[in-house]
């Protein structure tokens, strides 16, 4: 069974620069989310989607936005990118029901903010 | 704002020794979870604890719920270099049909051989 997948694994972008990370979840998985993980601050959540709709949020700004695709493939964009949002962003899917919400997490796509 | 709080950050011991790490909250969750991260990958469960005072082992590694469902701890014994990650907890808490997972920042460790 292929786990979660994210695009890309790494890359570099300068402040004011936008970016878009891609995420497959594990097939039959209809929930996607999404963490930044920083040595400050541990992972911290971003935003949720099932089924399309965006079910969670974090506390994140507007700057940070997300999709979710038909086929469950979701995607986070972050625009004018600042300097702290170098991280690194973890996606993870799971059934979406579960009552003990046991995560699958792809290996991240490392972010660096120049 | 639900926080939950693990200690020791950082655990650097050699190899054949044990350890425990802690993960404490004001807040109570309806379960909580374990995970090791290790470096340059995504974080891979370990084990759900579900039952207040539930104790659940996984070969040399001993999780256990508090009664009150507000900590956890993991215990590692006879600890060894493949142990070696970032060890997160997570509280599930949950609020009408969805659920959200809080994280704790962490417990680094490191097994010397």
């Known amino acids: 069974k292929a786990g979660v997948t994210q695009t890309p694994r790494y890359l570099i972008k300068t402040r004011g620069q936008q970016v878009t990370l891609s995420c497959s979840p594990i097939?039959?998985?209809?929930?996607v989310s999404w963490y930044q993980q920083t040595p400050g601050q541990g992972l911290q959540f971003l935003f949720e989607?099932?089924?399309?709709?965006?079910?969670n949020k974090g506390n994140f700004p507007g700057r940070f936005s997300g999709r979710q695709f038909s086929n469950s493939r979701s995607e986070m964009n972050v625009s004018t990118l600042e300097l702290g949002d170098s991280a690194l962003y973890l996606c993870?899917?799971?059934?979406?029901?579960?009552?003990?919400?046991?995560?699958?997490f792809g290996e991240g796509s490392r972010l660096t903010v120049l | 704002t639900q926080l939950l709080e693990q200690s020791p950050q950082f655990l650097s011991i050699q190899e054949g020794e044990n350890l425990t790490v802690y993960c404490n909250s004001s807040?109570?969750?309806?379960?909580l979870q374990w995970y090791r991260q290790e470096p340059g990958e995504g974080p891979v469960l370990l084990v759900t604890?579900?039952?207040?005072?539930e104790v659940k082992k996984l070969k040399r590694l001993t999780f256990q719920f508090g009664d009150a469902r507000k900590d956890s701890s993991l215990h590692i014994t006879a600890a060894q270099p493949g142990d070696t990650g970032l060890y997160l907890c997570?509280?599930?808490?949950?609020?009408?049909?969805?659920?959200?997972?809080?994280f704790g920042k962490g417990t680094l460790l490191t097994v010397n051989p």
């Open positions: 993870a899917s799971s059934f979406g029901g579960s009552p003990t919400g046991e995560l699958f």
């Open positions: 097939s039959g998985h209809r929930s």
């Open positions: 989607y099932f089924s399309e709709t965006q079910r």
């Open positions: 807040s109570v969750f309806s379960s």
């Open positions: 604890v579900v039952t207040g005072g």
């Open positions: 997570a509280g599930v808490s949950r609020g009408g049909s969805n659920y959200k997972l809080t």
